[in-house]
């Protein structure tokens, strides 16, 4: 039989009991490798609870420590060395304990793009999919701060109608998405429904049909009773929506909404990361420690 490079991923996988991981803005030929595909919460919650001993993550930095903080006894693999979040990264933990003293009596509420150290400073971590419910639950009396993503932040404010101090952050991929955008995919698709991510500039969420997680827009797309789909957030989402809707159109709101970081992980480097078992992610103990009474509160 002829070696492939997916036939070789497949030897290795058994050897080494792993099991690959990929979020939903991977190449496509990423995503049809692995064993699971979702969106951040999905994943967390596979590398919680998988048995396997080593966890292959295509994603990007922030993804695969969550994974090695739920699941600390596990090898987590990073593919691509340097694959990160610039939002995760607009804030650090000195950063945010400034924050915390100006607001002694606020609870944090952290997305989970964000550093382990920046969790370990936080009282909840929460995705794109939860992040109403985890603020709703929150005591009325107590102020929040909400970290890296001002985006997010304000749209869980409106949904939670909860007064939120806010971390300038912002997703450079989805801010790259206009409103302008969704106007002339509008005109050229006047049936189609608007969909848009939570991390999209207010403006836009403002004139979308509806504002999700990339989980929340696969369901939609699934469920609800349309052809047609202006899609606003990272285009790697196309490949999954029109994988698992043949029957549907879908459209990017921009071709421009591209995550560089997503894109580092190919097939190759999943490869590599299995036979030279590279690039470990690992998060100190002290950090982990911290960080987990947030991520609990996520998992929830
Ligand atoms: P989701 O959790 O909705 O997949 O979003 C993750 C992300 O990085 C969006 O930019
Ligand atoms: Fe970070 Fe934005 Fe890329 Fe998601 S799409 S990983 S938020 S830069």
């Known amino acids: 039989m002829v070696e492939t490079i997916e036939s070789k991923i497949e030897a290795l996988k058994k050897d080494r009991n792993a099991v690959i991981l990929a979020h939903n803005y991977q190449l496509g030929e990423v995503q049809d490798i692995a064993d699971i595909v979702g969106d951040s919460l999905e994943l967390a919650r596979a590398a919680a609870s998988t048995d396997a001993d080593v966890i292959v993550f295509c994603g990007v930095l922030f993804m695969a420590e969550t994974a090695a903080m739920l699941s600390p006894e596990k090898t987590v693999l990073l593919p691509a060395a340097n694959a990160g979040c610039p939002m995760a990264d607009m804030i650090t933990a000195d950063q945010l304990r400034e924050m915390k003293q100006e607001h002694p009596n606020a609870d944090v509420v952290c997305y989970v793009n964000s550093s382990a150290e920046v969790k370990a400073e936080s009282d909840y971590c929460c995705t794109s999919s939860n992040a109403t419910e985890v603020v709703a639950g929150i005591d009325k009396k107590k102020e929040i ?156």
């Open 145 to 300: 701060i909400f970290v890296p993503d001002k985006n997010l932040g304000g749209y869980t404010a409106q949904q939670t109608n909860r007064k939120m101090i806010l971390w300038e952050g912002y997703c450079h991929v989805h801010t790259c998405i206009r409103d302008g955008d969704i106007v002339k995919a509008k005109q050229q698709h006047p049936n189609a429904t608007v969909m848009v991510h939570c991390e999209c500039s207010s403006l836009v969420r403002e004139i979308a049909d509806a504002v999700l997680s990339t989980s929340g827009m696969l369901k939609l797309a699934k469920e609800f009773d349309a052809d047609e789909f202006i899609v606003g957030t990272e285009v790697g989402m196309l490949h999954r929506l029109r994988k698992e809707n043949p029957d549907k159109k879908f459209y990017p709101a921009t071709e421009a909404a591209v995550c560089p970081n997503m894109k580092l992980t190919t097939v190759e480097n999943v490869l590599w990361a299995l036979e030279g078992m590279e690039h470990k992610i690992t998060v100190p103990n002290d950090v982990r420690v911290l960080a987990m009474k947030a991520l609990e509160a996520m998992r929830a």
